[in-house]
């Protein structure tokens, strides 16, 4: 039963990862093609709530494979499977995605005060959470 709950709770996790995932992607395509939107950042719809919305639907997403599989294993080591959506999260929170466009992001609107104030106040991955900012701190 609490194997059924795991499997069920997983593939909810990961739909709801892709689902937002997703929605950031479309979010930030439509805001782009406007022109009137063009060299400026997003902060409107869950780009108001995460700076990177769609990297948090990504570790969502991994996260809830990993969680409705685990019903299934066989052998306690098979738990270290975890690893993989967690090298995953820690790739795109400190090396492959993050830094790499909040540098960009700071270079390009970093003397624009409404960004300066996007990024003091807007989570970086975690919506609602400060969970993050101090790796912009270190990307400057």
Not at 27 to 41: G, L, W
Not at 52 to 62: D, I, Q, R, S, V
Request: with cysteine; hydrophobic share 45%; net charge neutral.
């Amino acid at each position: 039963s609490s194997g059924i709950n795991a499997e069920y709770g997983g593939w909810l996790l990961f739909m709801f990862g892709l689902i937002f995932e997703t929605a950031a992607d479309y979010e930030k395509t439509v805001f782009r093609s406007h022109p009137a939107n063009k060299d400026r950042f997003i902060s409107t719809g869950l780009w108001s709530i995460s700076r990177h919305p769609n990297y948090f639907g990504e570790m969502l997403l991994w996260f809830g494979l990993w969680v409705a599989s685990v019903p299934f294993y066989t052998s306690p080591l098979q738990l270290l499977s975890v690893f993989c959506p967690t090298l995953t999260f820690l790739l795109i929170l400190l090396v492959s995605g993050v830094p790499k466009l909040e540098k960009a992001a700071i270079e390009k609107w970093g003397k624009d005060p409404e960004f300066v104030k996007y990024m003091a106040e807007t989570p970086c991955i975690i919506p609602f959470f400060g969970m993050g900012k101090e790796i912009v701190n270190k990307s400057e």
